[in-house]
């Protein structure tokens, strides 16, 4: 078993090709059945560890719920919505843009758990809307507009799915976790995919299509989901969550690299914003549990 720290490092780099793979693959696939294929390939690589106990658990009275809204809000709809807005906008933009998902876990926080927020609270939850406006107001003269502004409303999923994962017992270990949010994901695409199949999609059957969707698989649906569960499991969520929260700097410089991208001035300030902001309210975040 790969230790925690080096876990969550993959888990950084993986995240981070995310934004740069679903947008390869929408170039050559539709995107519901390119997330379907995606997911089902990665529950179907991990198989040969799904023995009869992690089947019973996965499909238990007492778990199925939480595995059931992880695998509908994280595999099935905020993914379905984010590689969806891919094919309007950027890799790096995408990455940038998915930051504001502190601002909804700092909401949910207050709603949920009656959580004043602070001052402090407040100016970096600007920051990081100023960063991501920054983007927004430079893609009005383009169609990368609806793409961020897709992005932006999603990332609340991710954080119910959040709330659910902490549901699940302490011993359930990163495969079944990983396997029971694809496989109910997996069932929460269904009806998307067969709307999908009566529209005639676009699929490509190209060794080049074909090496992105394995990416998708088994790089972003299996290996990536086991290293962050993995992780997290043992290392304290605070702080493995500022480590994960810095993949978007990555994403653009692996874009650039590529040619997705080009950095340009505003670009940059909103990077440098978003990622304060996530930062700023993480380590609030952190400072709140340790008082507690």
Request: charged content about 15%.
């Amino acid at each position: 078993m790969i230790r925690p720290l080096p876990s969550l490092l993959l888990a950084w780099v993986l995240t981070s090709l995310w934004p740069i793979i679903g947008k390869a693959g929408t170039e050559r696939f539709d995107p519901i059945l390119f997330i379907q294929a995606g997911t089902a390939l990665g529950l179907l690589a991990l198989a040969p560890w799904l023995g009869r106990r992690r089947w019973e658990m996965i499909l238990s009275r007492e778990l199925r719920f939480s595995f059931f809204m992880m695998g509908f809000f994280a595999t099935g709809m905020s993914s379905f919505i984010f590689i969806t807005a891919l094919r309007y906008t950027s890799p790096s933009n995408a990455a940038i843009m998915a930051q504001v998902e502190v601002l909804y876990s700092a909401l949910l926080c207050a709603w949920l758990l009656k959580e004043r927020i602070t001052p402090a609270q407040g100016l970096a939850s600007l920051m990081v809307l100023l960063g991501t406006g920054c983007i927004m107001v430079q893609d009005l003269t383009s169609l990368r507009w609806k793409g961020d502004l897709m992005i932006l409303l999603s990332p609340w999923m991710f954080q119910v799915s959040h709330i659910y994962a902490k549901r699940l017992p302490a011993d359930i270990d990163a495969v079944t976790i990983t396997a029971g949010r694809l496989f109910y994901g997996v069932l929460t695409l269904v009806p998307l995919s067969l709307w999908a199949l009566s529209r005639g999609p676009r699929w490509s059957w190209e060794p080049a299509a074909l090496g992105i969707l394995a990416a998708q698989a088994l790089g972003q649906n299996c290996l990536n989901h086991l290293f962050w569960y993995g992780a997290i499991r043992r290392l304290e969520l605070a702080k493995a969550t500022a480590i994960i929260l810095s993949y978007p700097a990555l994403t653009v410089i692996f874009s650039w690299l590529l040619g997705r991208d080009s950095l340009g001035i505003v670009q940059l300030l909103g990077l440098g914003l978003t990622l304060g902001g996530a930062y700023w309210i993480s380590w609030l975040t952190r400072e709140k549990q340790l008082v507690q």
